[in-house]
């Protein structure tokens, strides 16, 4: 009798995952390892025992980022990558208390028509993606550059209060968030930056493999220029063997995409803008989402 099971992947499930042409790789193993810290989470559906596909979350500040579904190539059943998100959402809600996040390159598409089954909203403004790696890096890593109007630091527990305060602005790319565990794990924090009147941003970033992630910044003026806090954050977290560098940027900042684009980054296939699609655990939909 033929079955299919859900379930966490874990360290014995890496050699027959690496059949999936998952292209970062060489991180899958620190990824599965970066489950105990809550951080990456990965779901597999497994068929007759046979992993027939995977599914990869990133847990930031009680959001959860859904990086897609990869599945073996002789596998062409939209329904059953349609399942394994479903499942994956489901099996998220106990450890998720904000909401749901996944990029989409293409709309409308089949993922979009998948995710707005499961009552997810799209984007009507995109959201820039920047990958920085060997000379782009080297170049970031040489910059010299000041802000004149905030002074940026990692953030510590007592900033709570404040960077909840950012999420609430009307303009915020998120609702809300949670921090409980935001300033335990040396493998991901906040970034902030100081004003005279406070903290006026924050930038959610984690270290995963050999990557160093900007997920998203939350700031009272939606515009601002955040090229040299992406400098300072790199020069911080500078890390033996962090080769990657990847950074998203939301859609009003203008002047820090094209800053940031004179250091020669580069994206996937599909280019530097995507969309996103959103679901809120407490029911909300962002202004800049459309059911």
């Known amino acids: 009798m033929d079955t299919e099971i859900y379930s966490t992947a874990t360290l014995s499930d890496l050699e027959e995952m690496s059949r999936l042409h998952i292209p970062f790789m060489k991180e899958l193993s620190a990824e ?30 009680g959001w959860g980022f859904l990086y897609g579904v990869y599945v ?20 998220l809600s106990g450890c998720v208390t904000d909401g749901f996040i996944t990029w989409i390159d293409d709309m409308p598409s089949w993922k979009s028509v998948m995710m707005k089954r499961l009552e997810f909203s799209s984007s009507v403004r995109p959201v820039y993606r920047l990958f920085f790696k060997d000379a782009g890096l080297q170049r970031l890593r040489q910059a010299e550059i000041k802000d004149s109007l905030l002074q940026w630091r990692c953030a510590v527990q007592e900033d709570s209060t ?45 270290v995963y493999g050999d990557t160093l992630f900007a997920m998203f910044t939350l700031s009272s003026q939606p515009e601002l220029d955040i090229t040299a806090a992406i400098v300072q954050l790199l020069a911080v977290l500078n890390r033996d063997g962090l080769t990657t ?36 655990v407490k029911g909300n939909v962002l202004c800049e989402t459309i059911r």
């Open 72 to 91: 073996r190539p002789e596998n062409h059943n939209i329904w059953s990558c349609y399942q394994l998100v479903q499942h994956t959402v489901d099996s």
């Open 162 to 206: 404040d960077i909840e305060s950012l999420a609430e602005a009307p303009s915020s790319f998120i609702d809300s968030v949670n921090l409980s565990g935001d300033f335990t794990n040396p493998e991901s924090g906040w970034f902030v930056g100081e004003d005279e009147l406070g903290i006026a941003a924050g930038i959610r970033w984690c």
């Open 245 to 280: 560098y990847r950074i998203n940027l939301e859609h009003q900042r203008k002047i820090t995409l094209l800053r940031l684009s004179g250091f020669s980054p580069y994206t996937n296939e599909c280019g530097h803008e995507t969309h996103y699609l959103f679901k809120s």
């Open 32 to 61: 599965l390892e970066a489950w105990y810290s809550g951080l990456i989470r990965w779901e597999v559906l497994k068929y007759n025992g046979l992993i027939m596909g995977c599914h990869r979350t990133v847990l930031l500040s």
